[in-house]
């Protein structure tokens, strides 16, 4: 820490202790007229970088260990690996692991709540031949991690999100705002209070928060999901251009995650381009086969009819069948 006058400059760094590897720096500048601020401010910018930070250096460690050594915690970082993957191949190993967790571990929170994110893509992604189990399992699996912790912010967010999926819009607003409350610093419950908000059809809120959880959290793994929940509330905004540029975005993040090439082949068709709207709808058909309008609609717990058939109307116009 250095001072000048009224200004400050903090330095941070996170070493790996054993191995002794970098894994994150950055410097904070600020005035200290307000001490109390400016310390809240540097936390929660520290907290929010650093949680990404650790959780993938403990998915590269728990993946590199041999089967013989792993314990609940690694196994669940090993899952959170291939979730990470976001291939229906990955989803489904994932899957496969956190149920020997949860079966092996029945409260273990970080486990229900990865199997309940997991569950619900692959319902979302049309990944499963099931998607009303599989959104079951999401929903009763982060009833179980909020029994287990009430105070676990991503076990609250994903209880937001499902409450969503049983119309229960404004009951899950309220629960991923307590997982805000109880991390103020956590990305993933500023995307789930995001994508509720879509959902339930109040797409500048929607926006506001998602762009918080790109702030806090730049270089996240899921950094490609809040990209293209934003491409989709900006397109249910009737902004065709930033829907376009926003998933974009998320395929040079990610060119393999089906939702930015979904929301890029919505996009194109809405402003006409035809060409590239159905080369585009091709694509996310490479990576989501089963998608059809009857399989979205099994997936997305829209508030209003309304708002679907627009959620839909750019990719029936590039061809999507509707089942």
């Known amino acids: 820490m250095r001072?000048?006058?009224?200004?400050?400059?903090?330095?941070?760094?996170?070493?790996?202790?054993?191995?002794?590897?970098?894994?994150?720096?950055?410097?904070?500048?600020?005035?200290?007229?307000d001490i109390f601020d400016l310390q809240d401010e540097i936390t929660d910018a520290i907290v929010a970088a650093l949680e990404p930070i650790v959780g993938q250096a403990e998915v590269k460690r728990a993946h590199q260990l041999s089967a013989g050594d792993l314990g609940a915690w690694d196994m669940t970082q090993?899952?959170?690996?291939?979730?990470?993957k976001f291939t229906k191949e990955d989803l489904i190993i994932a899957n496969e692991i956190f149920q020997a967790v949860i079966k092996a571990t029945p409260d273990f929170v970080q486990a229900l709540t990865f199997s309940s994110f997991n569950h619900l893509f692959l319902a979302l992604l049309a990944w499963t031949d099931e998607p009303q189990k599989a959104l079951m399992e999401a929903g009763r699996h982060a009833t179980m991690a909020v029994a287990s912790d009430p105070m676990h912010p991503l076990g609250?967010?994903?209880?937001?999100?499902?409450?969503?999926?049983?119309?229960?819009?404004?009951?899950?607003?309220?629960?991923?705002?307590?997982?805000?409350?109880?991390?103020?610093?956590?990305?993933?419950?500023?995307?789930?209070?995001?994508a509720v908000f879509m959902f339930?059809?109040?797409?500048?809120?929607?926006?506001?928060?998602?762009?918080?959880?790109?702030?806090?959290?730049p270089f996240d793994t899921l950094r490609s999901v809040w990209l293209a929940t934003l491409?989709?509330?900006?397109?249910?905004?009737?902004?065709?251009?930033?829907?376009?540029?926003?998933?974009?975005?998320?395929?040079?993040?990610?060119?393999?995650?089906?939702l930015g090439l979904r929301g890029r082949a919505n996009a194109l068709a809405q402003l006409g381009r035809m060409d590239g709207a159905r080369d585009?709808?091709?694509?996310?058909?490479?990576?989501?086969?089963?998608?059809?309008?009857?399989?979205?609609?099994?997936?997305t717990p829209f508030r209003e009819e309304d708002a679907f058939q627009h959620y839909m109307d750019g990719l029936r116009k590039a061809g999507l069948l509707e089942e």
């Open 231 to 258: 491409s989709a509330s900006r397109y249910l905004a009737g902004e065709y251009e930033v829907a376009l540029e926003i998933a974009d975005r998320a395929i040079q993040v990610a060119p393999h995650y089906p």
């Open 200 to 217: 339930s059809g109040q797409q500048d809120e929607a926006s506001v928060a998602i762009e918080q959880a790109l702030r806090l959290s």
């Open 78 to 84: 090993r899952g959170i690996w291939h979730f990470n």
């Open 3 to 33: 001072k000048g006058g009224s200004r400050v400059r903090i330095t941070g760094q996170l070493i790996d202790a054993e191995t002794g590897h970098h894994l994150w720096a950055d410097r904070y500048d600020g005035q200290i007229d």
């Open 280 to 299: 585009a709808l091709r694509d996310f058909l490479v990576v989501s086969p089963g998608y059809t309008v009857a399989s979205a609609r099994a997936g």
């Open 156 to 194: 609250n967010a994903m209880c937001g999100f499902m409450l969503a999926y049983q119309g229960k819009h404004d009951a899950g607003i309220a629960a991923c705002q307590r997982a805000v409350d109880l991390n103020p610093s956590s990305a993933i419950a500023y995307h789930a209070r995001g």
